[in-house]
């Protein structure tokens, strides 16, 4: 479909800086013209990646949670924890064979996240019953998932945000 979206947002974003901007005299004016100018680049590049890079987190979360889950067990005091985990893992997030929408891709990330953001607060609850052991390979784990994280999303915002601020 012609113009792409990325064509539209690259489009508005030259008219903004091209045709706009150098009328822009007041200082709050051209600094909010700039602030534009960074969303809208992050928009270009956030709209051809964002599905491949929350696809990717997906599957990088699901195995990383899949593992925590299967080291822990059903034993101590993680186990609703565990078998929310299984049921979202289990989960048919979108119908079979359906293309995955972009909007699919975020709940499903957003209910991972949250899996692993909860797990992280049991991790450092003493009564959950973790062993010191697990605790540290999991904590490693979960660093090294994060670290890849950073990197499939750097393009979102570097260059897009790089550059005066306001």
């Not at 565990?82 to 709940?107: C, F, H, I, N, Q």
């Not at 499903?108 to 992280?120: D, I, P, Q, R, T």
């Amino acid at each position: 479909m012609r113009p792409s979206s990325k064509e539209i947002i690259d489009g508005i974003s030259w008219v903004l800086n091209n045709r706009v901007a150098p009328h822009a005299t007041e200082a709050w004016a051209a600094s909010s013209l700039r602030s534009v100018a960074g969303l809208l680049k992050h928009l270009s590049v956030r709209v051809e990646s964002e599905g491949q890079i929350l696809s990717e987190d997906n599957s990088d979360l699901r195995a990383l949670l899949m593992n925590v889950a299967a080291r822990l067990g059903d034993g101590s005091g993680t186990s609703q924890w565990t078998a929310e985990v299984r049921a979202s893992l289990d989960k048919e997030w979108r119908a079979t064979g359906s293309y995955p929408t972009v909007g699919s891709l975020e709940e499903e990330n957003y209910a991972l996240n949250s899996h692993l953001e909860k797990f992280m607060h049991l991790l450092h609850d003493a009564g959950a019953g973790i062993r010191e052991s697990e605790t540290t390979e999991i904590e490693a784990d979960v660093g090294a998932y994060l670290k890849r994280q950073m990197e499939r999303e750097r393009p979102l915002y570097n260059p897009p945000f790089t550059g005066p601020p306001f």
